[in-house]
Protein backbone atom coordinates (compact mmCIF):
# COMPACT_ATOMS: atom_id res chain seq x y z
CA UNK A 1 0.00 0.00 0.00
CA UNK A 2 3.18 1.96 0.78
CA UNK A 3 4.36 1.92 -3.47
CA UNK A 4 0.90 3.41 -4.43
CA UNK A 5 1.08 5.88 -2.17
CA UNK A 6 4.13 6.68 -3.61
CA UNK A 7 3.22 6.28 -6.98
CA UNK A 8 0.25 8.62 -6.20
CA UNK A 9 2.61 11.67 -4.76
CA UNK A 10 0.64 13.81 -2.60
CA UNK A 11 -1.53 15.59 -4.97
CA UNK A 12 -2.95 12.33 -5.69
CA UNK A 13 -4.72 13.73 -8.81
CA UNK A 14 -7.25 11.16 -10.83
CA UNK A 15 -6.53 12.76 -14.32
CA UNK A 16 -2.81 12.16 -13.73
CA UNK A 17 -3.55 8.92 -12.89
CA UNK A 18 -6.01 8.26 -15.78
CA UNK A 19 -3.08 10.01 -18.32
CA UNK A 20 0.07 8.10 -17.41
CA UNK A 21 -0.28 4.54 -18.25
CA UNK A 22 2.95 3.34 -16.62
CA UNK A 23 1.47 4.71 -13.03
CA UNK A 24 -2.03 3.09 -13.90
CA UNK A 25 -0.45 -0.63 -14.83
CA UNK A 26 1.92 0.15 -11.27
CA UNK A 27 -0.80 0.25 -9.17
CA UNK A 28 -2.81 -2.10 -10.74
CA UNK A 29 -1.34 -4.81 -12.42
CA UNK A 30 1.40 -4.92 -9.45
CA UNK A 31 0.15 -3.21 -6.24
CA UNK A 32 -3.58 -4.08 -6.02
CA UNK A 33 -2.80 -7.74 -7.76
CA UNK A 34 -0.28 -8.78 -4.91
CA UNK A 35 -2.61 -7.21 -1.84
CA UNK A 36 -5.59 -9.70 -3.79
CA UNK A 37 -3.34 -12.65 -3.32
CA UNK A 38 -1.86 -11.45 0.12
CA UNK A 39 -5.86 -11.65 1.06
CA UNK A 40 -6.48 -14.83 -0.26
CA UNK A 41 -3.57 -16.46 0.95
CA UNK A 42 -4.85 -15.54 4.25
CA UNK A 43 -8.12 -16.43 3.81
CA UNK A 44 -6.78 -19.50 2.62
CA UNK A 45 -5.69 -19.81 6.70
CA UNK A 46 -8.03 -18.39 8.97
CA UNK A 47 -11.78 -17.51 6.90
CA UNK A 48 -12.36 -15.24 9.76
CA UNK A 49 -9.46 -13.18 9.69
CA UNK A 50 -10.84 -9.66 11.01
CA UNK A 51 -10.36 -7.72 7.62
CA UNK A 52 -13.24 -6.06 6.58
CA UNK A 53 -13.85 -6.50 2.97
CA UNK A 54 -11.44 -9.46 2.91
CA UNK A 55 -13.52 -11.46 0.08
CA UNK A 56 -13.77 -8.42 -2.14
CA UNK A 57 -10.31 -7.84 -1.92
CA UNK A 58 -9.63 -10.76 -3.75
CA UNK A 59 -12.10 -10.55 -6.30
CA UNK A 60 -10.38 -7.19 -7.25
CA UNK A 61 -7.02 -9.08 -7.48
CA UNK A 62 -8.83 -11.66 -10.17
CA UNK A 63 -11.08 -8.52 -12.12
CA UNK A 64 -7.60 -6.87 -12.70
CA UNK A 65 -6.30 -10.09 -13.10
CA UNK A 66 -8.74 -12.04 -15.97
CA UNK A 67 -11.02 -8.81 -16.63
CA UNK A 68 -8.19 -6.14 -17.40
CA UNK A 69 -10.45 -4.87 -20.28
CA UNK A 70 -13.02 -4.18 -18.41
CA UNK A 71 -10.83 -2.25 -15.52
CA UNK A 72 -12.59 1.06 -15.01
CA UNK A 73 -10.01 3.80 -13.62
CA UNK A 74 -13.41 5.60 -11.69
CA UNK A 75 -13.72 2.41 -10.10
CA UNK A 76 -9.53 2.26 -9.54
CA UNK A 77 -9.91 5.36 -8.29
CA UNK A 78 -12.51 5.16 -5.84
CA UNK A 79 -11.03 2.01 -4.16
CA UNK A 80 -7.79 3.86 -3.86
CA UNK A 81 -9.29 6.91 -2.82
CA UNK A 82 -12.21 5.42 -0.64
CA UNK A 83 -11.30 2.09 0.46
CA UNK A 84 -7.17 1.50 0.59
CA UNK A 85 -6.87 4.13 3.70
CA UNK A 86 -9.68 2.22 5.51
CA UNK A 87 -7.43 -1.29 4.73
CA UNK A 88 -4.08 -0.09 5.68
CA UNK A 89 -5.58 1.05 9.24
CA UNK A 90 -6.61 -2.61 9.45
CA UNK A 91 -3.54 -4.32 8.34
CA UNK A 92 -1.29 -1.24 10.72
CA UNK A 93 -3.08 -3.19 13.89
CA UNK A 94 -1.01 -6.38 12.95
CA UNK A 95 2.44 -5.12 11.69
CA UNK A 96 4.72 -5.22 14.41
CA UNK A 97 5.97 -1.22 15.97
CA UNK A 98 9.45 -0.63 15.39
Known amino acids: MILI???????RDFNI????????????????????????????LNKEFPIAEARKIVDLRNWVIHGYDKVDDVIIW????NHLPKLKKQVEKFIPKI
Open 5 to 11: YDFLGEE
Open 17 to 44: YRENKLLRRAIVKENLKFIGEAANRILK
Open 78 to 81: GILT
